[in-house]
């Protein structure tokens, strides 16, 4: 099946450094990837929506010159949390819309694979 | 605006159906889903709806649809303990594959 993977798992940084997260699909190519964020309890909130080649679709109320969205290839997508401070401490989950596979295996689901998330801790 | 709201915690003993309940806002919804998280894990897909089926039958899941009500739920027959875990419903937005999740259901089996 489709697999994406993110990496760090878990990262601990000092308030005001930045954080790169990366999100791959490791059997698929994924012209859009989705980035969401998770506070203990809470349920899954879209940041943005990252699409390969071109600028981030960010949702509303995130800033986007703090979380920076780069795709630069149909299989990986990076978040990096600038200036982190102990708020933006959370869970990162990615997604990404496997389209190709879509096409042969379910055509109109889009369905969207989600990596195993990374624990961000700011102290 | 688009909402999706569920209850947020069930109790079963094992060996019993489950049923987690969930509503939505949008009646332009295209695709319904239930993912599964696991403690400190990603969200794994679990099934999906489309928006003019009333039912689908999945091995142990069973998803009923009532798009008059805008309501879904998920029915897990002979619920184990390997099924715990929080349980997220989510409609996909029509016109886009933007996904507005619910707050999840904690499912906790007991024996």
């Known amino acids: 099946g489709a697999v994406v993977s993110q990496h760090p798992s878990w990262v601990i940084c000092k308030s005001g450094t930045s954080v790169k997260i990366e999100c791959r699909s490791l059997?698929?190519?994924?012209?859009?990837m989705f980035w969401y964020r998770q506070f203990p309890k809470q349920s899954l909130m879209l940041m943005a929506t990252?699409?390969?080649?071109?600028?981030?679709?960010?949702e509303q109320g995130v800033e986007k010159d703090k979380f920076l969205i780069n795709h630069a290839s149909l299989t990986l997508s990076t978040l990096t949390v600038t200036s982190a401070h102990p708020e933006d401490s959370s869970f990162y989950i990615c997604?990404?819309?496997?389209?190709?596979?879509?096409?042969?295996?379910?055509?109109?689901?889009?369905?969207?694979?989600f990596g195993p998330g990374t624990r961000l801790t700011v102290l | 605006g688009e909402d999706v709201e569920q209850s947020l915690f069930l109790s079963v003993r094992e060996g019993d159906s489950s049923v987690i309940n969930c509503t939505y806002t949008?009646?332009?919804?295209?695709?319904l889903y239930w993912y599964k998280q696991e403690p400190g894990a990603g969200l794994q897909l679990l099934t999906y709806?489309?928006?003019?089926?009333d039912m689908k039958q999945d091995q142990r899941l069973t998803v009923l649809l009532n798009k008059k009500d805008k309501h879904l739920s998920l029915r897990i027959a002979d619920t184990q303990t390997g099924d715990s875990a929080i349980y997220f419903c989510?409609?996909?937005?029509?016109?886009?594959?933007?996904?507005?999740f619910g707050a999840g259901t904690r499912l906790a089996v007991h024996p």
């Open positions: 997604s990404a819309r496997d389209l190709g596979g879509d096409r042969l295996r379910s055509p109109s689901t889009d369905t969207q694979y």
């Open positions: 989510a409609e996909r937005t029509g016109g886009y594959n933007k996904l507005i």
């Open positions: 990252s699409n390969e080649g071109s600028k981030a679709t960010y």
């Open positions: 059997d698929f190519q994924a012209t859009t």
């Open positions: 709806i489309f928006s003019n089926m």
């Open positions: 949008d009646s332009s919804s295209t695709y």
